[in-house]
Nanobody, 130 residues
């Protein structure tokens, strides 16, 4: 059973940076698609970024492209989301997600959805003040 645990997050002023990390416990080595989602109260959970365990298949939502960077550290079974130039609109609950799959291909036309991922972290709050 794979479990995900987020860390990082918090509050920052607009223009600042935060880093989120997701620890992935794996009982067996898998090829795995990893993602970060965010959700604002009353809105759908939005896929922000994805990465495959080989470091490929990187996707960013248009709203974060050029400001956020997703990365993976297979040696330590973690993946991270570096968030720079943060805006108040980035405020929300952030979730890491994963799916044991050989398919991890997303685009602006076919963005990641909640249904694509079976495994979820508990969520962590990010607040950006103006």
């Amino acid at each position: 059973q794979i479990q995900l645990v987020e860390s990082g997050g918090g509050s920052v002023a607009a223009g600042g940076s935060l880093r989120l990390s997701c620890g992935v416990s794996r009982s067996n080595p898998h090829s795995i698609c990893m993602a970060w989602f965010r959700q604002v109260l009353g809105k759908e959970r939005e896929g922000v970024a994805t990465i495959f365990s080989d470091g490929g298949s990187i996707y960013y939502a248009g709203s974060v492209k050029g400001r956020f960077t997703i990365s993976q550290d297979n040696a330590n079974n973690t993946f991270a989301l570096q968030m720079d130039s943060l805006k108040p609109d980035d405020t929300g609950m952030y979730y890491c997600a994963a799916d044991v799959s050989l398919v991890c291909v997303f685009s602006d036309q076919v963005p990641p959805s909640r249904a694509d991922f079976d495994l979820w972290g508990q969520g962590i709050q990010v607040t950006v003040s103006s």
